[in-house]
């Protein structure tokens, strides 16, 4: 299915969507079920991305597989070339065919940060290598397209200092188009202005016709929205920035509803500044929905979405809810003991009472089919009515879900707040800032010029602990630098880092601090442990299965939330996240220099450990206990 096919056949506003493959197999499956709630909203396609060097490869054709094959909507995969074998490229395309995908997001991907030999011998350099491979080979079998940047290309190679250039750029990106790319897709922006201006360029002096979809990053967090705009090099305009003071910026809450209003006014600008030209807005999700469910139904562009005629709906009554559960379900199940979406959606309509969680539901969007579990005894707890529209859920019940709304709701966002790398590994969101996996995110040069080229552990300790002290940013996990209350435990730090033990993210023992603290913010055994290596070696002396509760978190109008985790499952990810940038790191050298043997040695000899001490009323008592 070409998405320009869909594309043309609308008239009136759209969304796409994008998605990435979550580390985890509990991510992926609350994944399928958040994509088949965002489905509703009609999205023009939905892309995957895939991994920078190919690392979610495997991932990247399966998941754009699964959306396919189970929902009724365009896919396009992206495709990086740099540095890729043909036969990688062609195994993808060929799988992508099988899997009925026809679309490409063709991307040069970040470039090799070490030009050695098998580096010289791919045939791709650019994206416009891939996009003219493709049309050669495969013709008019995949729609492919292409990536701009509204305010021009930056550079992560040497020759960094190339200011950002759009009227430049529209030159590569004309010979793209030249050699076959039907569609183009924009790096995220927040400077509506630029996007207009770079549109204009784009009409006049490369086409009228191809459509151009403009992508937005809902602002989930200051701290997120900030580290997006600074690696994808946009620009954020003063008067965005005036409506995050210092006071609510840790207010994740408060920073999501001005961010929604914020993509509204984006969205309506560049719908009339453009007088509907273009008509379609790609959302980076990050695989989340709530700020994008509120911003289509607030936008007057594109809350029209969301409206729907009372038509012809068809539901299940109070009546029958009020009736014997098992006859409820026995009248509606098909042959195969289930009721199918394609008969039947299920929608709770709010009464103002409170009602306790229902088992009623079980979702499997999987194969398309909602399943009412008969051994339940209180149907009517959860729900009022079933209701579905001409073989189709109901949007407004299904975006109140997305929105938060209700016992469903509760649980459809139950990651949004908070999320990241020591979150609930069953999130979908879980560890991931862009999507694209692992990888150094800075420059080769500013990578010598931060860490230079440590050859002993001697080398390597002082790298550590110069972080520690603030003077140097970054370290290749750690590019957010350093949380102010790290200041609490730095000199313990300092120390463990001076004895070999190299530390990349640590947290001080807290009792009952509030989310309002400027610093802080938001069992019977003492010590519990995950330890893993490169070669996927794992030992623990939790239970199987168990989670490593860090922190507990009360807000208002919510249950206590275990606000950090580290668990087995997402500490496993991590790991191989880990090890993966060693090996990064590693390759700014050339193979058999002194610091690249000794960054190689240490990824194989090395491990990653997470200590947990839960008795935090003795606040003292881990350092005591690791530095006797």
């Known amino acids: 299915m070409s998405l320009i096919d869909v594309y043309s056949q609308r008239d009136e506003p759209s969304i796409s969507l994008e998605f990435f493959p979550p580390k985890t197999a509990s991510g992926k499956e609350n994944l399928l079920e958040r994509i088949g709630r965002m489905n509703v909203l009609d999205p023009t396609f939905v892309t995957v991305t895939w991994g920078a060097g190919g ?6 054709i399966d998941l754009a597989g699964i959306i396919a094959q189970s929902f009724d909507v365009p896919v396009c995969m992206h495709l990086t070339c740099t540095n890729m074998e043909i036969e990688t490229i062609d195994n993808a395309l060929e799988q992508c065919k099988e899997l ?6 063709a991307l040069r991907g970040d470039p090799s940060i070490r030009d050695d030999e098998n580096d010289s ?17 495969y013709g008019d079998e995949f729609c492919v397209g292409v990536a701009a940047y509204p305010e021009g290309h930056y550079s992560t190679e040497d020759d960094s200092s190339i200011e950002q250039d759009p009227i430049r750029d529209l030159h590569f990106l004309k010979e793209k188009i030249d050699a076959g790319a039907e569609f183009v897709i924009t790096q995220l922006f927040y400077d509506a202005d630029k996007f207009l201006a770079f549109e204009k360029m784009f009409r006049e002096t490369i086409s009228m016709d191809v459509p151009i979809f403009p992508g937005l990053m809902p602002i989930n967090s200051y701290l997120l929205f ?3 705009a600074r690696l994808s090099h946009a620009s954020i305009p003063q008067y965005i ?5 210092p006071e609510i910026q840790a207010d994740d809450n408060m920073v999501k509803s001005i961010g929604v209003n914020i993509l509204i006014e984006i969205i309506d600008k560049i719908y009339k500044g453009t007088n509907g030209r273009i008509k379609c807005f790609h959302f980076y999700t990050l695989n989340l929905e709530k700020s994008i469910a509120e911003i289509v139904s607030e936008s007057p562009t594109l809350s029209h979405i969301v409206e729907e005629s009372d038509d012809n709906d068809l539901s299940i009554s109070s009546d029958e809810i009020d009736g014997n559960t098992e006859d409820l379900v026995n009248k509606h199940l098909d042959k195969n003991g289930e009721i199918t979406l394609d008969n039947l959606s299920l929608t709770q309509q709010q009464d ?3 009602r306790r969680r229902s088992s009623v539901l079980s979702a499997d969007l999987l194969q398309n089919r909602a399943i009412i579990n008969k051994d339940s005894n209180n149907a009517k707890s959860g729900f009022n009515e079933y209701s579905y529209k001409n073989g189709m859920p109901s949007k407004k019940f299904l975006l109140s879900i997305s929105r938060g709304s209700g016992i469903l709701g509760r649980d459809a966002t139950w990651d949004e707040f908070p999320n990241g790398r020591f979150g609930d590994s069953r999130s979908p969101a879980y560890g991931e800032i862009d999507g694209y996996g692992p990888t150094i995110k800075v420059s080769v040069k500013k990578a010598n010029e931060m860490w230079g080229q440590p050859t002993n552990i001697r080398d390597l300790k002082k790298i550590f602990i110069k972080y520690l002290e603030g003077s140097i940013e970054s370290l290749p996990w750690s590019d957010l630098g350093l949380s102010p209350e790290t200041a609490l435990i730095q000199e313990e730090l300092i120390q463990l880092n001076h004895r070999g033990f190299l530390t990349l993210s640590s947290q001080p023992a807290a009792n009952a601090a509030k989310s309002t ?14 330890v893993g290596d490169a070669s996927g070696n794992f030992d623990t002396n939790l239970d199987p299965g168990s989670s ?33 940038i060693w090996s990064e790191w590693a390759k700014l050298f050339p193979r058999n220099t002194p610091t690249n043997s000794f960054l190689t040695q240490v990824h194989s000899e090395y491990c990653i450990v997470s200590i947990v001490h839960h008795d935090f009323i003795e606040t003292d008592e881990l350092w005591e206990i690791l530095l006797d």
């Open 55 to 60: 690392t979610t490869a495997e991932k990247t």
């Open 548 to 580: 490593n509760v860090v922190t507990w978190g009360v807000f208002p109008n919510s249950q206590v939330i275990q606000t950090t985790i580290v668990e087995e499952e997402s500490f496993k990810a991590w790991t191989d996240e880990a090890f993966s």
């Open 100 to 105: 009925g995908i026809r679309n490409i997001l």
């Open 241 to 245: 920035m005036d409506k995050f003071p």
């Open 226 to 228: 900030n580290r997006a």
């Open 121 to 137: 011998m791919s045939k791709f350099k650019y994206a416009i290598d891939l996009v003219r491979y493709i049309k050669e080979k």
């Open 352 to 354: 103002g009472r409170k």
């Open 517 to 530: 603290d400027k610093i802080l913010g938001g069992v019977h055994q003492t010590v519990f442990y995950y």
